[in-house]
């Protein structure tokens, strides 16, 4: 069964870092690109950052951009999103997507985890 878990959510202060994890199994993640993806209350999901099956192609969204930092570790199947300097603003819940872009099309989500950033 296809599953990714997210983990490392949490509360944490302005200013503060925070890494989340996202364990992938049942697909072959080495060629599936990797993304997080968050959504605070009211405001649609958005894209946050994605990696690309070579790992040397990265995309930020401007919001994070300098702050955040994706990476993948393909021998244990998990992508990473280190955050830093943490405002309010990035509250939301974060998701872990794998999609597989260039083959089968194929989709995939984890559950989500919460990040809440408040003094």
């Known amino acids: 069964q296809v599953q990714l878990v997210e983990s490392g959510g949490g509360l944490v202060q302005p200013g503060g870092s925070l890494r989340l994890s996202c364990a992938a199994s049942?697909?072959?993640?080495?060629?599936?690109?990797m993304s997080w993806y968050r959504q605070a209350p009211g405001k649609e999901r958005e894209l946050v950052a994605s990696?690309?099956?070579?790992?040397?192609?990265?995309n930020y969204a401007d919001s994070v951009k300098g702050r955040f930092t994706i990476a993948r570790a393909n021998v244990k199947n998990t992508v990473y999103l280190e955050m830093n300097n943490l405002e309010s603003e990035d509250t939301a819940v974060y998701y872990c997507?794998?999609?597989?872009?260039?083959?089968?099309?194929?989709?995939?989500w984890g559950q989500g985890t919460q990040v809440t950033v408040s003094s």
């Open positions: 990696i690309f099956i070579t790992g040397g192609r990265t």
């Open positions: 049942g697909f072959a993640f080495s060629f599936y690109d």
């Open positions: 997507n794998a999609r597989d872009n260039f083959y089968t099309r194929k989709e995939y």
